[in-house]
């Protein structure tokens, strides 16, 4: 019976440190978005193009990638149809949860207008344009998380090798 007593006391322990270990991985997964920093307007000279459909193009501006804090790609996307009109627009991506956030809109100007929405959203790969599930899946994310460094998913996009193909 003491054996017993003990057996059941030692499983309590062990099921109270797995509860305080989930608890722990939890608390972990928490998201703390950074804060929102709007680079410069796009240069002409540094869009490269990632994604052509029937109708538009769409292109990175490669001086406003970067990496934030919370685990985001950052970059200016540019998007140009056949006819010639243009919309500039600053976004995220998050690979972790498979989503992507609009910040702002890009202006003739040059400076930006921020986006009235503030979720983040699942990325499609249905429709028409898939320029977000290209660019996550092909070039930037590796499962749940970026993969490599700016210079790495710039050097993908050049040379148009995704990372769903097969070596």
């Known amino acids: 019976m003491k054996k017993l007593s003990l057996s059941l006391l030692s499983l309590a322990a062990l099921c109270a440190s797995f509860a305080v270990a989930a608890q722990n991985v939890e608390e972990k997964k928490v998201f703390s978005e950074s804060p929102l920093v709007l680079p410069s307007a796009p240069d002409a000279a540094s869009l490269l193009l990632f994604y052509e459909s029937d109708t538009q193009s769409f292109y990175l501006d490669t001086k406003s990638i970067t990496i934030a804090a919370d685990g985001s790609l950052r970059y200016t996307m540019v998007g140009k149809s056949r006819s010639g009109a243009s919309n500039v627009s600053y976004e995220g991506l998050l690979c972790e949860t498979k989503q992507k956030r609009l910040f702002a809109f890009g202006r003739k100007d040059g400076s930006w207008s921020e986006s009235r929405r503030t979720d983040w ?47």
């Open 121 to 167: 959203e699942s990325i499609s790969n249905s429709g028409v344009n898939r320029q977000h599930s290209t660019l996550a899946w092909d070039f930037v994310c590796d499962y749940d998380r970026i993969s490599g460094s700016i210079d790495k998913i710039l050097h993908r996009i050049r040379r148009n090798e995704s990372l769903q193909r097969s070596p």
